[in-house]
């Protein structure tokens, strides 16, 4: 009874104590705009879907979903030419995201990346017309199951899969919220933010459904176990540092924290605590970039899911994931870096070594892409290495050269078709050279590209985080690195080969002609393509502007 009394008198005082005690939040909303416009995007999208005629969506969608991304990438422009890139980088949202020079660069290329993306999403020129109906690269109804007689109704019927658009803004906002997360549960927030909606889209394949599904069930359940450690990761630094917030858990590692609670006093400091929940942390950040040995979902998910939204995954995810995983090094944990540092030269040199020995072996253009990705994921840990403002400056120039690098690529595998959708199989490729000159010559620009040849994006992109490399005392990890891209050239230039200089087969596909869509993504692949290899000089000059951390 007394038990009660003491709760209920706990109740009366809780209830007399005056309302202002509670302090409101203080949201900037101007400088989290770019998000704000991106969530409210998709939540105006699913509006469309429920209200908004059957004929008139995607029409409505494309155009909403373009407008929303322009105008982010618009408010990321005059945030960082108000200074909040620099001089006004700033802690936001009560300390939950960070406004600085990193977090709008890579807000701003995953904006720009994601605009030629879904231009992809949008093209229904490619198949031919069914039904009378134009088609695009997506299941006519998700929810039925393939080959039954509710998916032929809704074929014939004409029905899209518009859902798509507002599926990959939620996606969008989640990697604009990834790389900026200033806080580990923002940091977590933003992971599921994003990697829901792409688990959706990978299972959505209008063709090879089974496949794609197939795709989508292991993308999903190796990510929720990459989710499972980086929550437990997430845990480990609470009780190591009592608190989740970045700048805190810094200044318990470096020994300076000044207000330490009663409560955690007897787990705070604890370096068991402080390692394996670090590593368990990196753990979940090396799987969403696909570093070996947390790879193993990328050939199946790049294999099975639609070919646009390979592309978009591709180049979107690596950006935010890697820009989380700096962020995570460089701000709270640089009071680690002798011991993380030996474990990320192991990962760099294996996932660089795995990724070009293994592509060698890959008939599936799409396979040979992934295990390309998983290469370069390689590569870039190399300028993350380097821990020095040129390391940082590096891997935000080769992340914005390989993002429209890679759209550019798998844009170009869509129009390479026979009668069962895309033929991705490389012997389909032999002698395309012949039959569509232009279509050739551009996938060969992006393959040098992503081989490092010089004058193309990825040859700086390579130059600059091996450099910052070997700068940081990291020689060895660079002679490596160069010599996996000799192993990576190998390969890239045998489909080149395979393409001019071998004869075509009669029953070889066919070269589809895009609508305007398509080609801008593969016209401003390759113009980006050309402008980072042949003048670089500016666009490294504004990775190297941005590549302060505010803490």
Same mark, same amino acid.
């Given at each position: $009874?007394?038990?009660? #009394?003491?709760?209920?008198?706990?109740?009366?005082?809780?209830?007399?104590?005056?309302?202002?005690?509670?302090?409101?939040? #203080?949201?900037?909303?101007?400088?989290?705009? @770019?998000?704000?416009?991106?969530?409210?995007?998709?939540?105006?999208?699913?509006?469309?879907?429920?209200?908004?005629?059957?004929?008139?969506?995607?029409?409505v969608q494309v155009f909403l979903t373009v407008a929303a991304l322009a105008s982010a990438f618009a408010a990321v422009v005059g945030l960082a030419a108000g200074g909040y890139g620099s001089t006004k980088?700033?802690?936001?949202? $009560?300390?939950?995201?960070?406004?600085?020079?990193?977090?709008?660069?890579?807000?701003?290329?995953?904006?720009?990346?994601?605009?030629?993306a879904v231009f992809t999403f949008a093209e229904r020129r490619l198949d031919p017309a069914a039904h009378g109906n134009r088609v695009d690269s997506f299941a006519a109804q998700a929810a039925s199951v393939p080959g039954s007689d509710s998916?032929?109704?809704?074929?014939?019927?004409?029905?899209? #899969? !518009?859902?798509?658009? @507002?599926?990959a803004l939620f996606a969008i906002a989640g990697m604009l919220i990834f790389p900026a997360a200033n806080d580990l549960l923002t940091l977590f927030i933003a992971l599921e933010v994003f990697s829901l909606p792409l688990y959706l889209l990978c299972a959505l394949a209008r063709r090879q459904r089974l496949m794609s599904q197939e795709a989508a069930v292991k993308y999903f359940l190796l990510g929720a176990f990459s989710s499972a450690f980086l929550l437990f990761g997430i845990a480990l630094l609470y009780g190591y540092a009592g608190s989740v917030s970045y700048a805190v858990i810094a200044d318990v590692v470096d020994g300076t924290v000044a207000n330490i609670d009663p409560a955690l006093a007897s787990t705070m400091g604890n370096d068991a605590l402080l390692l394996i929940g670090g590593a368990l942390i990196m753990m979940g950040l090396l799987f969403k970039v696909g570093a070996v040995p947390f790879h193993m979902w990328t050939p199946d998910v790049y294999q099975g899911a639609p070919t646009p939204i390979t592309g978009f995954m591709a180049a979107a995810t690596k950006v935010a994931a890697f820009g989380a995983l700096l962020r995570l090094l460089y701000v709270v944990l640089p009071g680690l870096r002798w011991d993380w540092r030996p474990v990320m030269w192991a990962v760099a040199i294996v996932t660089m070594l795995a990724g070009a020995v293994i592509a060698v072996t890959q008939t599936d253009v799409k396979r040979l892409l992934?295990?390309?990705s998983i290469a370069h994921a390689g590569f870039i840990l190399a300028g993350v290495i380097a821990t020095s403002a040129e390391g940082v400056q590096s891997v935000l120039f080769y992340l914005g050269a390989y993002s429209f690098v890679t759209?550019?690529?798998?844009? %170009?595998? !869509?129009?390479?078709?026979?009668?069962?959708?895309?033929?991705?199989?490389?012997?389909?490729?032999?002698?395309?050279?012949?039959?569509?000159?232009?279509?050739?010559?551009?996938?060969?620009v992006f393959l040098l590209a992503f081989a490092g040849i010089p004058l193309t994006s990825g040859f700086t992109g390579k130059f600059a985080v091996f450099r910052a490399a070997a700068e940081s005392?990291?020689?060895?990890?660079? %002679?490596?690195g %160069?010599?996996?891209?000799?192993?990576?050239?190998?390969?890239?230039?045998?489909?080149?080969?395979? $393409?001019?200089?071998?004869?075509?087969?009669?029953?070889?596909?066919?070269?589809?002609?895009?609508?305007?869509? #398509? $080609?801008?993504?593969?016209? %401003?692949?390759v113009a980006v393509t050309l402008a980072l290899g042949l003048a670089p000089q500016y666009f490294l000059e504004l990775a190297g502007q941005a590549s302060t951390f505010v803490r």
């Amino acid at each position: $009874m007394s038990t009660l #009394t003491s709760v209920h008198s706990l109740w009366t005082l809780a209830a007399e104590a005056p309302a202002d005690r509670i302090p409101a939040p #203080t949201i900037e909303y101007a400088q989290l705009a @770019p998000t704000l416009i991106v969530v409210g995007a998709a939540v105006l999208g699913i509006l469309v879907e429920a209200f908004v005629p059957r004929k008139a969506r995607y029409y409505v969608q494309v155009f909403l979903t373009v407008a929303a991304l322009a105008s982010a990438f618009a408010a990321v422009v005059g945030l960082a030419a108000g200074g909040y890139g620099s001089t006004k980088a700033h802690i936001a949202a $009560m300390g939950a995201i960070a406004v600085d020079g990193p977090a709008l660069f890579l807000q701003g290329t995953i904006l720009l990346a994601s605009i030629v993306a879904v231009f992809t999403f949008a093209e229904r020129r490619l198949d031919p017309a069914a039904h009378g109906n134009r088609v695009d690269s997506f299941a006519a109804q998700a929810a039925s199951v393939p080959g039954s007689d509710s998916e032929k109704a809704a074929v014939k019927a004409g029905f899209t #899969t !518009t859902e798509v658009f @507002p599926l990959a803004l939620f996606a969008i906002a989640g990697m604009l919220i990834f790389p900026a997360a200033n806080d580990l549960l923002t940091l977590f927030i933003a992971l599921e933010v994003f990697s829901l909606p792409l688990y959706l889209l990978c299972a959505l394949a209008r063709r090879q459904r089974l496949m794609s599904q197939e795709a989508a069930v292991k993308y999903f359940l190796l990510g929720a176990f990459s989710s499972a450690f980086l929550l437990f990761g997430i845990a480990l630094l609470y009780g190591y540092a009592g608190s989740v917030s970045y700048a805190v858990i810094a200044d318990v590692v470096d020994g300076t924290v000044a207000n330490i609670d009663p409560a955690l006093a007897s787990t705070m400091g604890n370096d068991a605590l402080l390692l394996i929940g670090g590593a368990l942390i990196m753990m979940g950040l090396l799987f969403k970039v696909g570093a070996v040995p947390f790879h193993m979902w990328t050939p199946d998910v790049y294999q099975g899911a639609p070919t646009p939204i390979t592309g978009f995954m591709a180049a979107a995810t690596k950006v935010a994931a890697f820009g989380a995983l700096l962020r995570l090094l460089y701000v709270v944990l640089p009071g680690l870096r002798w011991d993380w540092r030996p474990v990320m030269w192991a990962v760099a040199i294996v996932t660089m070594l795995a990724g070009a020995v293994i592509a060698v072996t890959q008939t599936d253009v799409k396979r040979l892409l992934a295990y390309s990705s998983i290469a370069h994921a390689g590569f870039i840990l190399a300028g993350v290495i380097a821990t020095s403002a040129e390391g940082v400056q590096s891997v935000l120039f080769y992340l914005g050269a390989y993002s429209f690098v890679t759209i550019g690529a798998f844009a %170009v595998v !869509t129009l390479v078709r026979d009668a069962g959708g895309e033929a991705t199989h490389l012997s389909k490729w032999a002698g395309l050279g012949r039959r569509s000159p232009l279509t050739a010559a551009v996938f060969a620009v992006f393959l040098l590209a992503f081989a490092g040849i010089p004058l193309t994006s990825g040859f700086t992109g390579k130059f600059a985080v091996f450099r910052a490399a070997a700068e940081s005392g990291a020689g060895v990890l660079v %002679v490596i690195g %160069v010599l996996s891209s000799a192993i990576a050239a190998f390969f890239y230039i045998r489909v080149i080969v395979l $393409m001019f200089f071998s004869e075509p087969k009669a029953d070889g596909p066919t070269v589809a002609v895009p609508s305007p869509l #398509t $080609m801008t993504t593969i016209a %401003v692949g390759v113009a980006v393509t050309l402008a980072l290899g042949l003048a670089p000089q500016y666009f490294l000059e504004l990775a190297g502007q941005a590549s302060t951390f505010v803490r």
